[in-house]
T-cell receptor
Framework: GDSVTQMEGPVTLSEEAFLTINCTYT??????LFWYVQYPGEGLQLLLK?????DKGSNKGFEATYRKETTSFHLEKGSVQVSDSAVYFC????????????FGTGTKLQVIP | DARVTQTPRHKVTEMGQEVTMRCQPI?????VFWYRQTMMQGLELLAY????????DSGMPKDRFSAEMPDATLATLKIQPSEPRDSAVYFC?????????????FGPGTRLTVL
């Protein structure tokens, strides 16, 4: 079945450091790929998405490229801020019209001043 | 600003009591999901509905959990009887249900503590 594997956290970075959170997936067909972010005390919210191979999703300085050849969707940001501290979830959608999404386990990011 | 609402935001109850959590999906969304989040298990899908019909509730303990959509504006998740291991944050999410590329919109969650 479909699955998502993302790097274990927590990840601790200094402000303005470069961020990479690795995500790989297993799926049949042509899934859509997502990154969701969860700030403390809140629900998840969509950060970015890509719907086909070689698409790049981007938002708020974050970006991720859908790599079919390596089945990966790594999240990157060039310069993190304290306000980026949150839990990041990689996810895939691959169930036709029913919109069911398979989430990874989440990676906690802590950015220190 | 359309958003998913959940009530109550916090609930503390004693073991054996019935707990009902409510969710109002975004108007016009026809797909609703219930998730449970714990430190140990992460985010688990409990059930999801499309056009108010349950499509999959295999993630739910059937003996004590039930999920319904009495109408298009209300989804409920009930636990009876509750147990300490049910302590978690329960999220409701809704979506337009038009395809695999759709975003899910999450509510703020109900933090349940069962003593």
């Amino acid at each position: 079945g479909d699955s998502v594997t993302q790097m274990e956290g927590p990840v601790t970075l200094s402000e303005e450091a470069f961020l990479t959170i690795n995500c790989t997936y297993t799926a049949t067909g042509y899934p859509s790929l997502f990154w969701y972010v969860q700030y403390p005390g809140e629900g998840l919210q969509l950060l970015l998405k890509a719907t086909k191979a070689d698409d790049k999703g981007s938002n708020k300085g974050f970006e991720a490229t859908y790599r079919k050849e390596t089945t990966s969707f790594h999240l990157e940001k060039g310069s993190v801020q304290v306000s980026d501290s949150a839990v990041y979830f990689c996810a895939l959608g691959n169930s036709g019209g029913y919109q069911k999404v398979t989430f990874g386990t989440g990676t906690k990011l802590q950015v220190i001043p | 600003d359309a958003r998913v609402t959940q009530t109550p935001r916090h609930k503390v109850t004693e073991m054996g009591q019935e707990v009902t959590m409510r969710c109002q999906p975004i108007l016009g969304h026809n797909t609703v999901f219930w998730y449970r989040q714990t430190m140990m298990q992460g985010l688990e899908l409990l059930a999801y509905f499309r056009n108010r019909a349950p499509l999959d509730d295999s993630g739910m303990p059937k003996d004590r959990f039930s999920a319904e959509m009495p109408d298009a504006t209300l989804a409920t998740l009930k636990i009876q009887p509750s147990e300490p291991r049910d302590s978690a944050v329960y999220f409701c999410a809704s979506g337009a249900g038009t395809g695999r590329e759709d975003e899910q919109f999450f509510g703020p969650g109900t933090r349940l503590t069962v003593l």
